[in-house]
Nanobody
Framework: VQLQASGGGLVQAGGSVTLSCVVSGSTLSNYAVGWFRQAPGKEREFVGG????????TDADSVKGRFTISRDNAKNPVYLQMNSLAPADTAVYYC???????????????????WGQGTQVTVSS
């Protein structure tokens, strides 16, 4: 399972970006997906996740109300919609997938066997 996150780039503070996560040669419909981010010099942190059936949550207090995770299981991508971006959101964003028994996502990195390469989001002030 080879994931690919895309959609990052340079955006001004207050702007919006939508990241996509796809899997090559297959579909993510059988997987729960988590989004993580890692800023320079910091640990990789959990941003939010979405269950196999589409139930999602953005858990990090710093992104609640601004970030939304969605998926279209008829197609492939899982999306991370990010609004009202701030310089503190600058990081490499990763998607990760797990074929969990109940279709739930996890908040810890080690639960995910499949990772994308990450996409850089830079928010300028």
């Amino acid at each position: 399972v080879q994931l690919q996150a895309s959609g990052g780039g340079l955006v001004q503070a207050g702007g919006s970006v939508t990241l996509s996560c796809v899997v090559s040669g297959s579909t993510l419909s059988n997987y729960a997906v988590g989004w993580f981010r890692q800023a320079p010099g910091k640990e990789r942190e959990f941003v939010g996740g979405i269950t196999r059936s589409g139930g999602s949550a953005t858990d990090a207090d710093s992104v609640k109300g601004r970030f939304t995770i969605s998926r279209d299981n008829a197609k492939n991508p899982v999306y991370l919609q990010m609004n009202s971006l701030a310089p503190a959101d600058t990081a490499v964003y990763y998607c990760a997938a797990v074929n969990s028994y109940y279709g739930n996502y996890y908040r810890t990195r080690h639960e995910y066997p499949h990772w994308g390469q990450g996409t850089q989001v830079t928010v300028s002030s």
